[in-house]
């Protein structure tokens, strides 16, 4: 047991920090082996809190590839995790499931066994060990990991190999769970907060009144006629409405490398950061949100199962927006605040009237070459003189 007391110990520093858990997974299955327990194939697979993955499976085998697959929550059930032994255990919350795979006259029920035991393995087990974490999954309420091992050795698993896989499993849960949390935190912060703000609150920036100040490229995107389409859709269908026109905007900020530092309301504030880029490609960023933001519309638009259409307007500009924790110290939020802010309003409120969906201050302007069309000059929150503003051709 002493070669299996260092996978314990090592498993141990492996909570103790940030692994890959496909990662240590695998290289844990290794260390096994070398402890002559007769591992040719695992698999483990966990439920998690994502707005986009319900659940990871990682598949090891040795000699190949190591097989990570994230499962979405829009993903049907497939015919083969219907009809695998993994989901039976989960389904009939069986505390094992092990079935001898050679010399065995009686037919597989589950085809996964049958391929198995074509492909030469003898011996195959299922464990779930149990831990307590948010998921999404209701038809999966259970936490935890689920491990399945697989052997070709020809006499399948011994007695002593069933204890040290049992006795190691649930270490591994031990370990499985510290990152999985660790994840689960990340995804928390970064879902809710963004990206930046996200990992500057974990990073340990959560008393009152810490923050800063970020030079960007401004985004600031506000709906037409939202209040009137609330009242005519009702509660529901305008919520469903709304998502879509943050996929539109505020979709577009992220695909274009940008960050989106809060909703409000239904208006959407981004930033496309300078400080590693410069304002050159963070304008041809923003520039190209923006185009993307016209196209995601047309094509909603062009939808004629919607029953009325959608509009927006867009104000880009250059500045400096202060974000950190206000509040009170019991409730605190990460928001954005500042004059740059006032003025991204103001210019995207000017839409309506100056006659382009997408409106631009001066810097932003000289990005755009002969698309940039000039409009005007206006007054502007937190500036002395009228600003000239220029339309996106």
């Known amino acids: 047991m002493a070669k299996i007391d260092d996978i314990e110990d090592w498993l141990i520093g492996q909570a ?43 598949v090891w085998e040795s000699g190949s590839e190591l097989q990570h697959d994230l499962i979405a929550h829009s993903e049907e059930e497939t015919e083969e995790w219907l009809k695998s032994p993994v989901r039976a255990v989960l389904v009939n919350k069986e505390p094992r499931f092990r079935r001898r795979l050679a010399k065995s006259n009686a037919p597989q029920e589950f085809p996964l066994l049958t391929r198995l035991s074509d492909a030469g393995y003898t011996d195959y087990l299922v464990l779930p060990t149990k831990f307590d974490l948010p998921v999404t999954n209701e038809d999966y309420p259970t936490t935890g990991i689920i491990v399945s091992w697989s052997t070709r050795h020809e006499t399948g698993f011994g007695d002593d190999a069933l204890s040290a896989i049992e006795y190691i499993q649930k270490r591994l849960a031990l370990a499985a769970r510290a990152t999985i949390e660790s994840q689960i935190s990340r995804t928390i912060a970064e879902t809710y907060l963004g990206k930046n703000a996200g990992n500057k609150v974990l990073s340990g920036q959560i008393r009152h009144g810490d923050g800063e100040t970020l030079d960007a490229v401004i985004y600031y995107s506000d709906m037409r006629r939202s209040t009137a389409i609330a009242e005519e859709l009702g509660p529901d269908a ?128 000289r990005l755009c070459g002969a698309r940039a069309i000039p409009v005007g000059s206006f007054e502007l929150s937190g500036f002395t003189d009228p600003q000239p503003l220029f339309a996106l051709a």
């Not at 439920?47 to 659940?55: F, G, M, Y």
């Not at 016209?294 to 919607?306: C, P």
């Not at 974000?323 to 309506?352: C, D, M, W, Y």
């Open 16 to 58: 103790l920090g940030s692994p890959d858990l496909a990662e240590m997974f695998a290289q844990m299955c290794e260390r096994m082996r070398k402890c002559d327990v007769p591992i040719d194939r695992a698999m483990m697979a966990w439920s998690t809190l994502h707005p986009l993955i319900e659940a990871e499976v990682v």
């Open 238 to 365: 305008y919520l469903n409405w709304l998502n879509t026109y943050f996929e539109a905007t505020a979709g577009a900020i992220l695909a274009n490398q940008g960050e989106v530092l809060d909703f409000i309301g239904d208006a959407v504030l981004g930033v496309f950061p300078l400080d590693t880029q410069g304002l050159d490609k963070a304008g041809a960023q923003a520039i190209r949100a923006a185009d993307e933001t016209r196209k995601r519309l047309k094509a909603i638009n062009d939808d004629k199962s919607n029953i009325m259409e959608m509009q927006a307007g867009v104000a880009l500009s250059v500045g400096s927006v202060m974000f950190g924790n206000i509040g009170v110290p019991s409730r605190l939020t990460f928001s954005v605040i500042g004059q740059t802010v006032h003025a991204a309003a103001r210019i995207e409120s000017l839409t309506k009237t100056a006659g382009s969906d997408v409106l631009m201050t001066e810097d932003v302007a």
